[in-house]
């Protein structure tokens, strides 16, 4: 579908179908629909089409970005069900007008997205275009070059997004560490601006990565290190994403019940989001640099898997004690976080499903931000606020400190309570944080709205892309502050 602004007010745009967005306030003005409503008993809630004018009644409860999301999503979604190839809409302004042009980008993107790779029958909408008009539902005034960039930006953002959800939803028999070096190659290959390397286990060796070694031993995929790296001309700062990539978690020996193994191609998901997180920077050309560090590997079983009770090495030199092999991923960070600090970051950001304690304590919808810097950490968490997800900051506190330490290493992978899990694993990743960065450091537990077992929102069943457009939005703003 193209998505396409147009200076004309809304009547004189042709159009199989045209949009209209229906609020508390507008309700009452909309008179050619007065019968219609009372007939529905419609009070702004849903949707009506009224086949009879080719008019599509959206109810909009609020206006900020993410009701203009969704408004847009619940419009597309139903017209994607009809047999339309063209549709017209106002548009909907709100502080920001290139911020509410990417919301409305994203929503109608958002609406057509399905993973039906695996299904007989592919559900194919007939819609080609959706012409956005100057035609407002409220009074704010801006220019076509804003509308403009804004259409771009929410296309990249939306499609990038498609991009990584597919990833996340791809089945783990086909998706190994080797399919995602692959498409991190591919990547470099289709956009000259960015340059990828793969690193195997012989580096992993060399570089004494003996945690992340550890995790891979029972699997008979090769693990690998992939670096992705951007940078501008015109580079403002240098950060580095560092994404879980575990193509598959088993639980290891601490093996997962049924259940919980159910759904761990998603534990991916960190990894899936840094590739997007580079994709969208160089598509957007932003005067940034940036590294994308992903541990691609498996957690398996096997007569050669690591074990509870063994003791490891990180790269960084700290001891760790294994207390249970499914408390994985932050050892494949520990060993990445180590290697990213090489790079001299100003800002260092990883991406991890990381902890089940993270969706008990904030549910499926949020995602924690942790780190040592408190200022960094209210500054992502306001510049997220209009990404569409839903972020909260889990502080550090010593008392939560005590819980992983190790009478017969330097720290223990698990805590000694079950209580606070998800702030004692990011606790853990701090201690692989060398003191000069100690304040330049954010841990993103994603683990809740990565990967929902129904649809909710603008989101449908599976992957929700979580991580990229929160990521995005602290760049911009970044970005913003540094000019």
Same mark, same amino acid.
């Given at each position: ?13 042709? &159009?199989?179908?045209? !949009?209209?967005? %229906? @609020?508390? =306030?507008? *309700? ?8 219609? /409503? #009372? ?11 009224? &086949?009879?004018?080719? !008019?599509?009644? %959206? @109810?909009? =409860?609020? *206006? ?8 847009? /999503? #619940? ?11 063209? &549709? ?396």
């Amino acid at each position: 579908m193209k998505l396409e602004f147009n200076t004309k007010k809304i009547e004189q745009i042709k &159009a199989d179908v045209e !949009i209209s967005f %229906v @609020s508390e =306030k507008n *309700i009452k003005k909309i008179t050619k629909a007065k019968e219609l /409503f #009372t007939l529905y008993n419609f009070k702004g809630d849903g949707t009506i089409f009224d &086949a009879q004018n080719k !008019i599509l009644y %959206v @109810s909009i =409860k609020e *206006i900020d970005y993410e009701s203009i999301r969704l408004a847009f /999503f #619940t419009a597309l979604k139903t017209i994607n069900k009809l047999n339309i190839k063209t &549709a017209k809409s106002p548009c909907i302004i709100y502080d920001c007008v290139v911020k509410s042009f990417v919301a409305m980008a994203e929503g109608a993107i958002f609406s057509s997205y399905d993973f039906n790779k695996y299904k007989s029958e592919k559900k194919e909408t007939k819609l080609d275009k959706l012409i956005i008009s100057s035609t407002e539902i409220n009074d704010k005034n801006f220019s076509a070059n804003e509308a403009k960039i804004g259409i771009q930006r929410g296309e990249i953002l939306a499609k990038t997004c498609s991009f990584v959800k597919d990833i996340v939803n791809e089945i783990p028999q086909t998706y190994t560490p080797l399919k995602m070096a692959q498409d991190a190659q591919n990547l470099a290959k289709k956009d000259k601006k960015i340059i990828c390397k793969i690193y195997d286990e012989k580096f992993l060796e060399k570089e004494k990565m003996n945690a992340f070694l550890a995790v891979n031993r029972a699997s008979i995929h090769p693990p690998r290190l992939i670096h992705l790296s951007y940078k501008s001309k015109n580079a403002k700062q240098r950060i580095v994403f560092v994404g879980k990539g575990l193509t598959y978690d088993s639980g290891g020996l601490s093996l997962k019940p049924a259940d919980y193994m159910l759904t761990m191609k998603y534990d991916k998901s960190g990894g899936a989001a840094v590739l997007g997180i580079i994709k969208a920077i160089s598509e957007l050309d932003l005067d940034i640099e940036a590294h994308g560090i992903i541990g691609a590997t498996e957690n398996m079983i096997g007569g050669n898997a690591y074990k509870p009770d063994d003791v490891l090495i990180s790269r960084e030199g700290v001891s760790i004690e294994v207390r249970n092999t499914d408390a994985e991923g932050r050892l494949v960070l520990a060993d990445c976080l180590s290697y990213a600090q090489d790079l001299k970051p100003d800002i260092i950001i990883d991406l991890a499903t990381l902890t089940g304690a993270c969706v008990v304590g904030l549910g499926e919808y949020t995602s924690g931000i942790m780190g040592n810097n408190e200022k960094l950490q209210n500054d992502f968490y306001e510049a997220s606020k209009s990404s569409g997800e839903y972020t909260t900051v889990l502080h550090f506190n010593p008392h939560l400190r005590e819980l992983v330490k190790s009478n017969i290493a330097d720290i223990s992978n698990t805590s000694s309570s079950r209580y606070g899990g998800a702030i004692t694993a990011g606790i853990f990743l701090d201690k692989f944080i060398r003191s000069e960065f100690k304040d330049k450091w954010l841990h993103l537990d994603i683990a809740g709205p990565a990967y929902v077992e129904k649809s909710w929102s603008y989101h449908s069943f599976g992957a929700s892309a979580a991580g990229l457009r929160m990521c995005m939005s602290f760049i911009f703003s970044l970005l913003r502050h540094k000019k």
